[in-house]
C-alpha cells in the first residue's frame, strides 16, 4: 500500500497570514497517462471530507484561489494564502493512483 | 447536483451485521464514468477505504473492489432500482467502530461524499 506522510500534524495561523502543508507518498503518483492523483480535502468540524484540490494543483468547483496546489511524483504542497477563519478543520491528502486508496494522517488547522 | 444521503442503524452488537444504505441524487449508479465507494474514519485508523462498486457497460457487468483488512467480510451491493449502494459488513467487533461514509469516485476523483454515519460496536 502507499503510505502518505503529513507534516506538520498541526498548525495554528494568524488570519490573513499564509500556511503550507506538505504530503510525501512512498511511490510516484505520476500515471502511465500523464495524471498525477493526488488530492487534497479538508474536513470542517463535524462535516464530511470536502475536495479542494485534484491532481496536484486543479481547484474543484467553487475554491477560493487562496488554495493552491504543488508538487510531483512523491512530495506535494499545500498552500493557504490569506488564512480566514472559514479555513479551520483538518486537511488531508490522498492518492488514488493504485487501490486501495490511502489518505495521510491528516494536519489540523486553527485560528490564533 | 450530485448528493448522497446514508442511512441505516447506529449501532450493532460484536459479532452481528451492520447494513448502511447510501441514495444517490444527481447522478446514476450504472454510471459508466463512476465508482460507489465505502470510506470509515476512527481515531485509531483515521480515514481508510473500504471499498468500491462500479458498472461498466462495455463489459455488462458489475465489478466490486476491497480493502485487505475487510476482504470476506464486506460487501458492497448496488441496487439499480432504487438508485442506490448497500454495505454490509459481517462479524463486527469494537475495531469496526467508525463513522462510515460513502463517495463517488468519479474519473479517479472523490468528489462528493455522504453526511457519514457513526456506528458503535457493543461488546
Known amino acids: 500500500d502507499i503510505v502518505m506522510t503529513q507534516t506538520p500534524l498541526s498548525l495554528s495561523v494568524i488570519p490573513g497570514q499564509s500556511a503550507s502543508i506538505s504530503c510525501k507518498s512512498t511511490q510516484s503518483l505520476l500515471h502511465t497517462d500523464g495524471e498525477t492523483y493526488l488530492f487534497w480535502y479538508l474536513q470542517k468540524p463535524g462535516q464530511s471530507p470536502q475536495l479542494l484540490i485534484y491532481e496536484v494543483y486543479k481547484r474543484f468547483s467553487a475554491v477560493p484561489d487562496r488554495f493552491s496546489g504543488s508538487g510531483s511524483g512523491t512530495d506535494f504542497t499545500l498552500r493557504i494564502s490569506r488564512v480566514e477563519a472559514e479555513d479551520v478543520g483538518t486537511y488531508y491528502c490522498?492518492?488514488?493512483?493504485?487501490?486501495?486508496?490511502?489518505f495521510g494522517q491528516g494536519t489540523k488547522v486553527e485560528i490564533k | 447536483q450530485v448528493q448522497l444521503r446514508q442511512s441505516g442503524p447506529g449501532f450493532a452488537k460484536s459479532s452481528q451485521t451492520v447494513s448502511l444504505a447510501c441514495a444517490i441524487s444527481g447522478d446514476s449508479v450504472s454510471s459508466d464514468t463512476a465508482a460507489w465507494n465505502w470510506i470509515r474514519q476512527s481515531p485509531s485508523r483515521g480515514l481508510e477505504w473500504l471499498g468500491r462498486?462500479?458498472?461498466?457497460?462495455?463489459?455488462?457487468?458489475?465489478?466490486?473492489d476491497y480493502a485487505a483488512s475487510v476482504r470476506g467480510r464486506m460487501d458492497i451491493i448496488p441496487d439499480s432500482s432504487r438508485n442506490q449502494f448497500s454495505l454490509q459488513l459481517t462479524f463486527v467487533t469494537s475495531e469496526d467502530t467508525a463513522v462510515y461514509y460513502c463517495?463517488?469516485?468519479?474519473?479517479?476523483?472523490?468528489?462528493?461524499w455522504g453526511q457519514g454515519t457513526l456506528i458503535t460496536v457493543s461488546p
Open positions: 463517495a463517488r469516485e468519479d474519473s479517479i476523483i472523490f468528489d462528493y
Open positions: 490522498m492518492q488514488s493512483i493504485q487501490l486501495p486508496r490511502t
Open positions: 462498486t462500479y458498472y461498466r457497460s462495455r463489459w455488462s457487468k458489475w465489478h466490486n
